[in-house]
């Protein structure tokens, strides 16, 4: 499990078709050196698995459903990627609940900055699928990285999300190195879809009540 705080930036150096599956060479300053082969780790909001690790640079193979399904098929060689480790048991919980399965791809309409403001408004267009798990202050991670809803609107069919975003948002994640059109891997409020799921459970499943889940906090 991740919470959406990026620990580091890294670079993709290399990408290789082997067979079906691509695997791409990231190189990073810290991360390399905390993973062991096997580990899991989040690559732009992507749960993967760490393999030949070397000092500097790690591995991940990318099975065609992952490479069609999420926003790595952009990437390049030179392409920046944000990267977190699983959450420790004994951590600090400074996002919200990231499983690093990508739930669907937004598209980045414009990085604003915001006039007479050091701060930057995000617009991206999000599909249906998720816009209704998406609420005024609410969670959702785009890239990986977990982020609060300032506004969603509806255009036609389309839906934007913005989300104010500050300086060291900028700084520390790959924001600043995206363009307008660039796929956005988005990640969905885990606890939106298990009260989703209850909520349309069949008769006799649940006990669970649009009143009980008021009086609960949601």
């Not at 490479?67 to 919980?93: H, I, Q, Y």
């Not at 998406?134 to 609060?148: C, H, N, P, Q, Y």
């Not at 909520?199 to 009540?209: A, D, F, L, V």
């Amino acid at each position: 499990m991740f919470t959406g705080i990026i620990e580091e930036v890294g670079k993709v150096v290399k990408i290789e078709q082997r067979s079906e599956n691509r695997r791409i060479t990231i190189e990073a300053a810290t991360t390399p050196k905390q993973l062991r082969v096997g580990d899991s780790v989040a690559v732009s909001g992507v749960c993967l698995t760490a393999l030949d690790i070397k000092p500097s640079t790690f591995c991940a193979d990318l099975a065609p459903e992952t490479w069609a399904r999420t926003s790595l098929s952009r990437l390049r060689e030179g392409a920046c990627v944000n990267l977190e480790l699983p959450m420790k048991a004994d951590g600090r919980f400074g996002g919200h609940i990231v499983q690093g399965h990508v739930d669907g791809v937004g598209k980045l309409i414009e990085l604003e900055r915001i006039a007479d403001s050091e701060n930057w408004w995000l617009h991206i267009e999000i599909p249906s699928e998720i816009a209704k798990y998406t609420v005024f202050k609410g969670s959702i991670a785009i890239e990986g990285i977990s982020l609060t809803v300032a506004k969603l609107e509806r255009d036609r069919s389309e839906f934007v999300c913005n989300v104010a975003i500050i300086p060291h948002t900028v700084e520390m994640t790959n924001l600043g190195s995206l363009k307008p059109g660039d796929p956005l891997n988005l990640e969905a409020d885990l606890i939106a879809k298990y009260v989703e799921k209850m909520m349309k459970g069949e008769p006799g499943q649940s006990s669970i009540t649009v009143e009980e889940l008021v009086r609960q906090g949601f």
